[in-house]
């Protein structure tokens, strides 16, 4: 398990990842590293995450993994996105309730945009595009700020 990079004004926070560019064994063992880490139990015995960006355990590199449709639980999937670009963003927004692995016991009301379409690289280096919406778009864009060195509570500040 990685060891899970905490605090606002933590350096590795706030870099912008690198791209990455070798689609090899060592990318496929840092995948499955980061969802161990996602998923493993925490304190109160639930899984930790429902999202990991690649800096929040320490590795500078643009790989996020989000679970899909979290609201109906039992049909969820984990998604890897390697270099992901947002395509498109309604401009349509929903405010929700965010918490982040990297800032724990923060909560914050943040808008979004409802709907993002996306393209990224799957651990081959193809290329697939797809559109999130509800919380799936939620989830994405918060990891995708990730890469970005970008922190949901950034938001928050700006509103005061
Ligand atoms: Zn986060």
Redesign the pocket.
Known sequence: MLKIQTGENNAILRTKCNLVKKFDESLLKTIKDMEETMLAPDENNKVR?V???AN?VGINQQIILITLNINTRKDHKILCLINPEIVETSSQTITME??????PGVYGHVRRPSKVKVRWQNTQGNWCEKKFEKWDARVFL??Y??LQGI??TDYLKKKR
């Open positions: 995450g999202g990991l960006a929040q965010e918490g982040c692995l990297s800032l918060h990891e700020d990730h922190l949901f």
